[in-house]
């Protein structure tokens, strides 16, 4: 059974920068396509980035472009989230997912979740 474990959160001042991992255990990473969502208070989960297993990425919300980069490294077993230009409407949990499948936003098509790591954008 996949688990993920999500790091890296925190409060940043505005326009500071943070990088969160997502760490797999249980099984390897590298047969599974990974997404980063994240929920904001008040909203609903949103998808923020997805990885392809080699390493292809897309982007769910056009808000993060030119700001968020995702990345993976099979052979630690984890996938990273570059996070750039903080602004307080980042403010959210930030949750990673997999699924055996590369190319869905969707959080209802994503088997396997993390607990989330707290992003707070302020000064």
């Known amino acids: 059974q996949l688990q993920l474990v999500e790091s890296g959160g925190g409060l940043v001042q505005p326009g500071g920068s943070l990088s969160l991992s997502c760490v797999a255990s249980?099984?390897?990473?590298?047969?599974?396509?990974v997404g980063w969502f994240r929920q904001a208070p008040g909203k609903e989960r949103e998808g923020v980035s997805l990885?392809?297993?080699?390493?292809?990425?897309?982007f769910c919300a056009s808000s993060v472009k030119g700001r968020f980069t995702i990345s993976r490294d099979n052979a630690k077993k984890t996938v990273y989230l570059q996070i750039h230009s903080l602004k307080p409407e980042d403010t959210a949990i930030y949750y990673c997912?997999?699924?055996?499948?590369?190319?869905?936003?969707?959080?209802?098509?994503?088997?396997?979740w993390g607990q989330g790591t707290q992003v707070t954008v302020s000064s």
């Open positions: 249980g099984s390897t990473l590298d047969s599974y396509a």
């Open positions: 997912a997999a699924r055996r499948f590369f190319g869905t936003c969707r959080e209802r098509d994503y088997d396997y």
């Open positions: 990885v392809s297993f080699s390493g292809g990425s897309t």
